[in-house]
Protein backbone atom coordinates (compact mmCIF):
# COMPACT_ATOMS: atom_id res chain seq x y z
CA UNK A 1 0.00 0.00 0.00
CA UNK A 2 1.46 3.37 -0.68
CA UNK A 3 1.62 5.34 2.39
CA UNK A 4 1.69 8.96 2.50
CA UNK A 5 3.47 10.72 5.74
CA UNK A 6 2.66 14.33 6.84
CA UNK A 7 5.33 14.90 9.89
CA UNK A 8 2.40 16.78 11.86
CA UNK A 9 -1.12 16.23 12.55
CA UNK A 10 -1.98 19.12 15.11
CA UNK A 11 -0.19 22.57 14.68
CA UNK A 12 -0.31 25.95 16.41
CA UNK A 13 1.22 28.99 15.12
CA UNK A 14 1.68 32.90 15.52
CA UNK A 15 0.59 35.45 12.49
CA UNK A 16 4.04 35.92 11.15
CA UNK A 17 6.24 33.01 11.73
CA UNK A 18 7.30 30.80 9.07
CA UNK A 19 5.77 27.40 9.09
CA UNK A 20 7.00 24.25 7.64
CA UNK A 21 4.61 21.59 6.96
CA UNK A 22 6.68 18.17 5.69
CA UNK A 23 5.54 14.85 3.30
CA UNK A 24 7.06 11.80 2.71
CA UNK A 25 5.59 8.97 0.17
CA UNK A 26 7.27 5.93 0.17
CA UNK A 27 5.99 4.87 -3.09
CA UNK A 28 8.60 6.18 -5.48
CA UNK A 29 5.43 8.64 -6.94
CA UNK A 30 6.80 11.29 -9.47
CA UNK A 31 3.94 13.44 -8.13
CA UNK A 32 3.24 15.32 -5.24
CA UNK A 33 1.18 17.70 -4.31
CA UNK A 34 -0.02 20.56 -1.30
CA UNK A 35 -4.00 20.75 -0.76
CA UNK A 36 -6.03 22.93 1.43
CA UNK A 37 -8.96 21.94 2.74
CA UNK A 38 -11.71 24.50 3.86
CA UNK A 39 -15.76 24.11 4.40
CA UNK A 40 -17.85 24.96 1.89
CA UNK A 41 -14.74 25.46 -0.56
CA UNK A 42 -13.86 21.99 -0.82
CA UNK A 43 -10.16 20.76 -1.81
CA UNK A 44 -7.86 23.70 -3.57
CA UNK A 45 -4.87 22.55 -5.19
CA UNK A 46 -1.96 25.13 -3.87
CA UNK A 47 1.50 23.69 -5.60
CA UNK A 48 2.51 20.69 -7.14
CA UNK A 49 5.78 18.81 -8.54
CA UNK A 50 6.44 16.58 -11.21
CA UNK A 51 9.87 15.80 -10.65
CA UNK A 52 12.52 16.68 -7.70
CA UNK A 53 13.28 20.38 -8.12
CA UNK A 54 9.98 21.00 -10.05
CA UNK A 55 7.46 23.01 -9.25
CA UNK A 56 4.11 24.45 -10.44
CA UNK A 57 1.52 26.78 -8.64
CA UNK A 58 -1.98 25.17 -8.26
CA UNK A 59 -4.62 27.32 -8.05
CA UNK A 60 -4.53 29.26 -4.85
CA UNK A 61 -0.47 29.70 -4.76
CA UNK A 62 -0.08 33.22 -2.78
CA UNK A 63 1.59 33.09 0.75
CA UNK A 64 3.16 29.28 0.21
CA UNK A 65 6.15 28.47 -1.40
CA UNK A 66 7.24 24.62 -1.96
CA UNK A 67 10.19 22.83 -1.92
CA UNK A 68 11.10 19.36 -3.48
CA UNK A 69 14.82 18.19 -3.13
CA UNK A 70 14.38 14.60 -2.53
CA UNK A 71 11.89 12.16 -5.16
CA UNK A 72 10.20 10.89 -2.02
CA UNK A 73 9.82 14.60 0.30
CA UNK A 74 7.48 17.49 -0.62
CA UNK A 75 8.14 20.29 1.63
CA UNK A 76 4.91 23.16 1.91
CA UNK A 77 6.48 26.53 3.11
CA UNK A 78 4.47 29.48 4.63
CA UNK A 79 6.87 32.22 4.40
CA UNK A 80 4.91 34.39 7.09
CA UNK A 81 1.39 32.60 8.43
CA UNK A 82 -1.51 34.55 8.62
CA UNK A 83 -4.84 33.96 9.85
CA UNK A 84 -6.17 33.06 6.88
CA UNK A 85 -4.16 29.94 6.43
CA UNK A 86 -5.73 28.30 9.13
CA UNK A 87 -6.86 25.28 7.28
CA UNK A 88 -6.65 21.32 6.86
CA UNK A 89 -3.90 20.56 4.70
CA UNK A 90 -3.06 17.28 2.67
CA UNK A 91 -0.56 15.90 0.92
CA UNK A 92 -1.00 13.37 -1.70
CA UNK A 93 1.07 11.97 -4.19
CA UNK A 94 0.34 9.87 -7.82
CA UNK A 95 2.64 7.93 -10.23
CA UNK A 96 3.29 9.23 -13.53
CA UNK A 97 1.40 7.17 -16.04
CA UNK A 98 -0.12 6.61 -19.68
CA UNK A 99 -3.64 8.27 -18.23
CA UNK A 100 -3.61 9.59 -15.05
CA UNK A 101 -3.61 8.06 -11.87
CA UNK A 102 -4.97 8.44 -8.66
CA UNK A 103 -4.15 10.56 -5.83
CA UNK A 104 -3.32 9.21 -2.37
CA UNK A 105 -3.27 11.33 0.29
CA UNK A 106 -1.40 11.61 3.77
CA UNK A 107 -3.28 11.46 7.21
CA UNK A 108 -3.48 15.71 6.77
CA UNK A 109 -2.15 18.40 8.93
CA UNK A 110 -4.56 20.84 10.70
CA UNK A 111 -3.07 24.17 10.97
CA UNK A 112 -4.34 26.93 13.39
CA UNK A 113 -2.79 30.50 13.11
CA UNK A 114 -3.39 32.74 16.08
CA UNK B 1 -17.15 29.72 -12.75
CA UNK B 2 -16.50 26.23 -10.90
CA UNK B 3 -15.28 23.47 -12.60
CA UNK B 4 -16.51 20.41 -10.78
CA UNK B 5 -20.17 20.60 -9.23
CA UNK B 6 -21.86 18.41 -6.51
CA UNK B 7 -24.61 19.34 -4.58
CA UNK B 8 -23.28 19.29 -1.21
CA UNK B 9 -26.35 17.95 0.72
CA UNK B 10 -26.81 16.50 2.78
CA UNK B 11 -28.40 13.78 1.28
CA UNK B 12 -29.95 10.87 3.73
CA UNK B 13 -30.96 7.46 2.42
CA UNK B 14 -32.08 4.99 4.24
CA UNK B 15 -30.39 1.80 5.34
CA UNK B 16 -30.61 -0.65 2.52
CA UNK B 17 -31.40 2.30 -0.02
CA UNK B 18 -30.13 3.18 -3.33
CA UNK B 19 -27.39 6.12 -2.45
CA UNK B 20 -27.54 8.40 -5.93
CA UNK B 21 -24.41 11.16 -6.44
CA UNK B 22 -24.27 13.30 -8.94
CA UNK B 23 -21.00 15.64 -10.36
CA UNK B 24 -20.94 17.34 -13.80
CA UNK B 25 -18.11 18.92 -15.00
CA UNK B 26 -16.85 22.04 -17.06
CA UNK B 27 -14.21 20.95 -19.15
CA UNK B 28 -14.91 19.24 -21.75
CA UNK B 29 -12.08 17.23 -22.86
CA UNK B 30 -11.15 16.12 -19.08
CA UNK B 31 -10.26 12.27 -19.80
CA UNK B 32 -10.17 10.77 -15.62
CA UNK B 33 -13.02 10.70 -13.14
CA UNK B 34 -12.58 9.61 -9.56
CA UNK B 35 -14.84 9.50 -6.45
CA UNK B 36 -12.95 9.93 -3.38
CA UNK B 37 -14.45 9.00 0.19
CA UNK B 38 -13.89 11.36 3.10
CA UNK B 39 -14.99 10.46 6.82
CA UNK B 40 -15.21 13.22 9.22
CA UNK B 41 -11.82 14.43 10.53
CA UNK B 42 -10.12 12.12 7.79
CA UNK B 43 -8.69 12.22 4.51
CA UNK B 44 -9.91 11.17 1.31
CA UNK B 45 -9.28 7.62 0.06
CA UNK B 46 -10.27 6.15 -3.31
CA UNK B 47 -13.23 3.91 -3.94
CA UNK B 48 -13.79 4.06 -7.60
CA UNK B 49 -12.14 5.41 -10.65
CA UNK B 50 -13.56 5.57 -14.65
CA UNK B 51 -12.35 6.78 -17.48
CA UNK B 52 -14.89 5.59 -20.35
CA UNK B 53 -18.55 6.12 -21.24
CA UNK B 54 -21.02 3.67 -19.25
CA UNK B 55 -20.72 1.98 -16.61
CA UNK B 56 -17.96 0.51 -13.98
CA UNK B 57 -19.48 -1.79 -10.93
CA UNK B 58 -17.32 -2.36 -7.98
CA UNK B 59 -18.81 -4.40 -5.09
CA UNK B 60 -21.86 -2.01 -4.12
CA UNK B 61 -20.45 1.10 -6.08
CA UNK B 62 -21.20 1.92 -9.76
CA UNK B 63 -19.58 4.78 -11.29
CA UNK B 64 -21.80 5.97 -14.27
CA UNK B 65 -19.69 8.65 -16.88
CA UNK B 66 -21.53 10.05 -19.77
CA UNK B 67 -18.65 12.60 -21.37
CA UNK B 68 -21.57 13.72 -24.00
CA UNK B 69 -23.39 15.14 -20.97
CA UNK B 70 -20.58 15.94 -19.08
CA UNK B 71 -21.75 14.04 -16.13
CA UNK B 72 -20.41 11.51 -13.69
CA UNK B 73 -22.70 9.61 -11.47
CA UNK B 74 -21.68 6.90 -8.30
CA UNK B 75 -24.49 4.67 -6.72
CA UNK B 76 -24.33 2.91 -4.07
CA UNK B 77 -26.02 -0.22 -3.69
CA UNK B 78 -27.81 -1.65 -0.12
CA UNK B 79 -26.64 1.44 1.81
CA UNK B 80 -25.00 1.00 5.35
CA UNK B 81 -24.35 3.65 7.98
CA UNK B 82 -20.81 2.82 7.65
CA UNK B 83 -21.10 4.67 4.08
CA UNK B 84 -22.12 7.81 5.36
CA UNK B 85 -19.51 10.11 4.90
CA UNK B 86 -18.84 13.08 2.60
CA UNK B 87 -17.89 11.97 -1.38
CA UNK B 88 -15.58 13.80 -3.31
CA UNK B 89 -16.22 14.21 -7.06
CA UNK B 90 -12.43 14.53 -9.19
CA UNK B 91 -11.95 15.54 -12.72
CA UNK B 92 -8.65 14.96 -14.69
CA UNK B 93 -7.96 18.30 -16.50
CA UNK B 94 -6.45 17.87 -20.19
CA UNK B 95 -3.23 20.09 -20.09
CA UNK B 96 -1.51 19.42 -23.41
CA UNK B 97 -1.30 15.82 -23.15
CA UNK B 98 -0.77 15.03 -19.77
CA UNK B 99 -1.79 16.58 -16.34
CA UNK B 100 0.54 14.78 -14.32
CA UNK B 101 -2.56 13.53 -12.26
CA UNK B 102 -3.51 16.90 -11.41
CA UNK B 103 -7.32 16.79 -9.90
CA UNK B 104 -9.82 19.22 -9.80
CA UNK B 105 -12.43 18.66 -6.99
CA UNK B 106 -16.04 19.03 -6.88
CA UNK B 107 -16.94 20.41 -3.24
CA UNK B 108 -18.50 17.12 -1.97
CA UNK B 109 -21.58 15.20 -1.13
CA UNK B 110 -22.89 14.70 2.19
CA UNK B 111 -24.36 11.48 2.83
CA UNK B 112 -26.31 10.24 5.41
CA UNK B 113 -27.60 6.33 5.95
CA UNK B 114 -29.52 6.61 8.52
CA UNK B 115 -30.65 3.05 10.56
Known amino acids: DVKVTQSSRYLVKRTGEKVFLECVQD?????MFWYRQDPGLGLRLIYFSYDVKMKEKGDIPEGYSVSREKKERFSLILESASTNQTSMYLC?????????????FGNGTRLTVT | QKEVEQNSGPLSVPEGAIASLNCTYS??????FFWYRQYSGKSPELIMSIYSNGDKEDGRFTAQLNKASQYVSLLIRDSQPSDSATYLCAVSPNAGGTSYGKLTFGQGTILTVHP
Open chain 1, 92 to 104: ASSARTGTDSPLH
Open chain 1, 27 to 31: MDHEN
Open chain 2, 27 to 32: DRVSQS
